[in-house]
Nanobody, 120 residues
């Protein structure tokens, strides 16, 4: 069974940094696009950043210049380096991946979420 497992969340002061990881486990052929999303209390889930298998990236305006998304394809792992954190970044962060279990079939998977709390 394919799973995305996140780690690295926690509590940090404003201005600090955290690094999130998302590892894909199980049996699969390859991973297409991956991404990070977040959901703050009382708000809808929103896109943070995405990265293609070739390394092309896209960021939400609110995190440009502060967050860096990357991936290690041989390790089937994606990362989110979060710098200059602000209280507004407080949310549950979810990883997302378009995982190809066969070369002709892909499905979207979500991680369980990891809490990031930024104190002022």
């Amino acid at each position: 069974q394919v799973q995305l497992v996140e780690s690295g969340g926690g509590l940090v002061q404003a201005g600090g940094s955290l690094r999130l990881s998302c590892a894909a486990t199980g049996s699969f052929f390859s991973i297409d696009e991956m991404g990070w999303y977040r959901q703050a209390p009382g708000k809808q889930r929103e896109l943070v950043a995405t990265i293609t298998s070739g390394g092309a990236t896209n960021y939400a305006d609110s995190v440009k210049g502060r967050f860096i998304i990357s991936r290690d394809n041989p390790k089937n792992t994606m990362y989110l380096q979060m710098n200059s954190l602000e209280p507004e970044d407080t949310a549950v962060y979810y990883c997302n991946g378009r995982i190809r279990t066969h070369f002709w079939y892909a499905d979207t998977h979500w991680g369980q979420g990891t809490q990031v709390t930024v104190s002022s």
